[in-house]
């Protein structure tokens, strides 16, 4: 008879034990660059919007900062702005960021964060109900400690303000939606934001 040869028990749950004591390194250091990842992507989205913001004043002096993020995109369903930039669809960021994009509609979310751009301040008689001076600008992530835990923000002084990891610091386009609504000094005012370098 012919002693089989192979691996024994001991040795292949010494190999599994290897393995899970190597996945519960490695995954949490993967989901912290995915968060880290997200939350860079997160900032530059807000500056674009700085950016824009003032590329739409500009522009449109006739109604000030853009009423809404979805006012500094394309037309909804038209990704490739064929209809050329108006005051409604100023063409100025893309249909992801702005939330005209047909895949998902109404819902301005990109890497895990939510974002919302406001005007604010509106006087006079312009389009759109007035000449909006101001703006406010956020991006809030979607699920706390898995797509982000910072909430970022802007408003006309072109500074991006980021603040302390805090579990509220979650809900998305939702949540971004009620902190631009609320006005610059929910962003500008809170001392719990600070500027980032």
């Given at each position: 008879m012919?002693k089989q040869?192979g ?8 190999v599994?034990?290897?393995?899970l004591?190597?996945?519960a ?9 995915r968060?880290?990842a997200n939350?860079?992507?997160a900032?530059?989205?807000v500056?674009?919007?700085?950016t824009?913001?003032?590329a739409y ?12 993020i979805?006012n500094?995109?394309p037309p909804?369903?038209?990704t490739?702005?064929?209809a050329g930039p108006?005051?409604?669809?100023a ?12 895949s ?6 990109k890497s ?7 005007g604010l301040?509106?006087?006079?008689t312009?389009?759109?109900g007035?000449i909006?001076?101001s703006?406010?600008?956020f ?9 982000g835990?910072k909430?970022f ?6 500074v991006?303000r980021?603040?302390s990891?805090?579990a509220g610091n979650?809900?998305g386009?939702?949540a ?6 609320a ?6 005012g809170?001392?719990?934001?600070s500027?980032?370098?």
């Amino acid at each position: 008879m012919r002693k089989q040869k192979g691996f024994s028990l001991i040795e292949l749950l010494i190999v599994v034990a290897i393995i899970l004591i190597i996945a519960a390194i490695a995954i949490p250091n993967l989901l912290r660059a995915r968060i880290s990842a997200n939350e860079s992507s997160a900032v530059g989205s807000v500056r674009n919007l700085i950016t824009q913001e003032i590329a739409y004043e500009t522009t449109y002096q006739s109604t000030g900062f853009a009423p809404h993020i979805v006012n500094l995109g394309p037309p909804a369903g038209d990704t490739g702005c064929t209809a050329g930039p108006s005051w409604a669809s100023a063409c100025l960021i893309d249909a992801v960021l702005s939330g005209t994009d047909p895949s998902d509609p109404g819902a301005p979310t990109k890497s895990g964060y939510g974002f919302a751009a406001e005007g604010l301040n509106s006087s006079g008689t312009g389009q759109n109900g007035g000449i909006f001076q101001s703006f406010t600008a956020f991006g809030v992530p979607v699920t706390f400690n898995q797509s982000g835990t910072k909430n970022f923000c802007a408003a006309q002084d072109g500074v991006v303000r980021g603040n302390s990891p805090l579990a509220g610091n979650t809900g998305g386009y939702t949540a971004a939606v009620g902190l631009a609504a609320a006005g610059p000094a929910s962003c500008t005012g809170d001392p719990t934001y600070s500027a980032l370098q």
